[in-house]
């Protein structure tokens, strides 16, 4: 359905071919929404089957330029999950810890454990975004074996051997970039500045990573060509339509869920037995078995009742409801 968006290394990408603002697996805005929200119920369904087999785990990751919509779109597609077994890591720029420490550090200790679901708000991937364009490893302390002019071969090489690596320890990697246009980005700086109730949204900042356009585009371009495989797909989705985009993220989610078909865990004839007993044991509790004599010595009274008047009390009371 959505197969002209995945890239597993089969195709390549090209940035400068792919549409922002196509529409084309829906009819219109409405029927979006609504089938957005008719996945929404089956991912529900999965994640909890998902937590409870815990068998495998999985990471939805999001990546983008800004004034995309990733958080929206992760409120609207991830907030039907239940909060048990699912978190999400929102990767902002590395703190001095994190910079002591290899790059991959602060990934790691978010991957969720089997039957969990991770959802990453940007990753491991500025590491080949920010990092390449900004050439941050100028600025960086490093041994003097590491040869600088092989730091981003190097640093797509590693980020194919993790997501393999997790591949391996029953952990998926789905990818996903959101794909906006610089047209839409700037519409939506303007309703930033514009609307207050969005300026909480907008920094300066934002504007000035703009001059840098072309060589995030060519950067999300590499870094999708260097580690898109068949376990570590990514996945570009046109991002103009806030509603298309979070339709199709939609179908994704659902899609590698089913794929991952979690099942709730089968009983064993030996628990059934004991939560036979625990049962009895339960009822026994809340007297239910006094309940269930009470009936029985009633029937027995009513049977005697009956054999004395042979029958004239029941079929009195039946004439009474009859009537």
Known sequence: MFENYRYDGTKKFDIKKVSTDETELVKDREEAEYLLERNNVEIDEFQQKLYAEKREGVIFLFQAMDAAGKDGTIKAVLQ???????????????????????????????????????????????????????????????????????????????????????????????????????????????????????HWKFSAADYEERKYWDSYQEAFEDAINETSNKNAPWFVVPADHKWYMRYVVSEIILDTLKDMDPHYPEVTEDRMERFGEIKKALEAELGIDKEEKKDKDKDKKDKKEDKKTGGKKKKDKKDKNDK
């Open 80 to 198: 039907c999950l239940s909060p048990h077994g699912v978190h999400e890591a929102a990767f902002k720029s590395p703190s001095s810890q994190d910079l002591a420490h290899d790059y991959l550090w602060r990934i790691e200790r978010e991957i969720p454990a089997k039957g969990e679901i991770a959802i990453f708000n940007r990753s491991h991937y500025e590491e080949v975004l920010i990092y390449k364009v900004k050439e941050l490893w100028k600025d960086q302390a490093n041994a003097r074996r590491i040869s600088l002019d092989k730091i981003m071969e190097h640093r797509y090489e590693d980020i194919r051997n993790f997501e393999k690596y997790l591949w391996h320890n029953n952990v998926r990697v789905v990818k996903i970039f959101l794909n906006v246009s610089k047209e839409e980005q700037t519409k939506r700086f303007l309703d930033r500045i514009e609307e207050p109730e969005k």
